[in-house]
C-alpha cells in the first residue's frame, strides 16, 4: 500500500471516524495531538485525540490544504475508493481471503474499545444513535462464519443482528465458563 493510504487507515484505527471523514481532513483541523471537524454522514461534531506520533505524522510539509492531497489535483482531497482500491489489493498480495476494506478499521477500533471501556463508551466514541448499530461494530470479530465471510448479510434488520450477536456472546461465555 501508499504510504499515505497506509497513514489515513492509521488515523482511522486511532480514531474511530470513518475513511470519508480522515481523507477529507484539512490541516486546520489538527492541533498537537487533536483532530476536529463534523462527521460527513451524520453532521455531528467530534473532537478526537490522537498518539504523538501519528500526529506528528501528519504533521508533515506540503503545499495542500489537505491532510490527505488528491495523488494529481492538489485542490481536491485524496478519494475513498482509491483507498479501498490499494487495501483491496494489499489483502490479495498478502493472500488473505477475508473482506479487507477501510471501514474495517472502524469495526477493529470499536472491538478494541468495546474490550477496554464497555459498550456505553464505543457508542459515544462511534456517534451512534443506537445501541444495536454499535453492537454490530463491538461484535464484528464474531459475525464471521467458519469461512472467514460475514454473516451480517444474512439477517433481515439490526434488531435480528443484535440477537445473532447476543447468542454469540452466550456461546462464547459458556465456552469459557467450561
Known amino acids: 500500500m501508499t504510504y499515505e493510504n497506509v497513514l489515513a487507515l492509521r488515523t482511522c484505527l486511532e480514531t474511530g471516524l470513518r475513511v470519508d471523514d480522515v481523507l477529507?481532513?484539512?490541516?486546520?483541523?489538527l492541533s498537537g495531538r487533536t483532530i476536529t471537524g463534523i462527521a460527513e454522514k451524520t453532521q455531528k461534531k467530534y473532537k478526537k485525540t490522537i498518539s504523538?506520533?501519528?500526529?506528528?505524522?501528519?504533521?508533515?510539509?506540503?503545499?495542500?490544504?489537505?491532510?490527505?492531497?488528491?495523488?494529481?489535483?492538489?485542490?481536491?482531497?485524496?478519494?475513498?475508493?482509491?483507498?479501498?482500491?490499494?487495501?483491496?489489493?494489499?489483502?490479495?498480495?498478502?493472500?488473505l481471503t477475508m473482506n479487507a476494506a477501510p471501514h474495517s478499521t472502524r469495526k477493529t477500533y470499536a472491538v478494541e474499545l468495546f474490550h477496554d471501556s464497555g459498550l456505553e463508551a464505543t457508542q459515544r466514541a462511534l456517534q451512534h444513535d443506537r445501541t444495536s448499530t454499535t453492537m454490530l461494530y463491538c461484535f464484528s470479530d464474531l459475525l464471521?462464519?467458519?469461512?472467514?465471510r460475514s454473516i451480517s448479510s444474512t439477517a433481515a434488520d439490526l434488531d435480528e443482528l443484535a440477537e445473532l450477536i447476543a447468542d454469540k456472546v452466550v456461546e462464547k461465555i459458556k465456552r469459557r465458563g467450561s
Open 24 to 29: 477529507s481532513l484539512k490541516k486546520c483541523q
Open 52 to 95: 504523538q506520533d501519528l500526529a506528528n505524522m501528519l504533521c508533515r510539509a506540503g503545499n495542500s490544504t489537505w491532510i490527505f492531497p488528491h495523488r494529481t489535483d492538489p485542490s481536491r482531497h485524496r478519494t475513498r475508493q482509491a483507498v479501498w482500491d490499494n487495501m483491496k489489493k494489499a489483502a490479495v498480495a498478502c493472500g
Open 144 to 148: 464471521t462464519n467458519t469461512n472467514g
